[in-house]
């Protein structure tokens, strides 16, 4: 079941500047940083606020760290601004296949690994009203039984 707002991910150009836009702007902090090789991006989370699950609603910003990443080819195209949505569950895997089984294309066979060490996955944009939409586990859930 998906039971909150996880993050909001917003891609970059530069982290620092935009982290420095966020902080000052509206007094956010960061809460965490790292470098995701895998999905080609340094990322920022600033924790907005805890929610009712147990978890917590973040933005993630994201700067490319290679040009032929997702992000940078994102970029590239429509310049800086909100690129995807996260819902979290304390079941990533049972929430991708029940979408999937309604027909909605999910990019991973397995969820991979993001920011703090959680499990991911997404769903097509064009399956999902132009919205990139990412499945999120944090690693603080431990996934039930199946
Ligand atoms: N939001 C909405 N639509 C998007 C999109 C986005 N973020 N990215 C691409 N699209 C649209 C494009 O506009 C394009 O539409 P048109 O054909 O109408 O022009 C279509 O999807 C295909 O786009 P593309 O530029 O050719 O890009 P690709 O198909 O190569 O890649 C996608 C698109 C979704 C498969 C790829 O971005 C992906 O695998 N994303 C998941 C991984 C990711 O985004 N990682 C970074 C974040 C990491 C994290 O959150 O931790
Ligand atoms: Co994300």
């Known amino acids: 079941m998906l039971t909150r707002i996880d993050h909001i991910g917003i891609a970059c150009h ?12 509206y007094g956010f902090e960061v809460f965490h940083t790292e470098v995701n090789e895998e999905q080609g991006v340094r990322e920022a989370m600033l924790k907005i606020n805890e929610t009712s699950d147990g978890g917590a609603s973040y933005l993630q910003l994201l700067e490319p760290v290679r040009e032929d990443s997702t992000v940078a080819k994102w970029l590239a195209k429509n310049g800086e601004g909100v690129h995807h949505i996260a819902f979290g569950t304390a ?5 991708a296949a029940a ?10 066979e397995e969820p991979r690994i993001g920011s703090m060490g959680s499990r991911i996955t997404f769903l097509h ?22």
């Open 91 to 95: 079941d990533v895997d049972a929430d």
């Open 14 to 25: 530069d982290l620092e500047k935009t982290v420095e836009f966020y902080t000052s702007t």
């Open 99 to 108: 979408i999937k089984d309604k027909g909605v294309r999910v990019l991973y």
């Open 125 to 146: 944009p064009k399956d999902c009203h132009g919205v990139l939409t990412e499945l999120v586990t944090s690693a603080a859930e431990p996934a039930p039984d199946h």
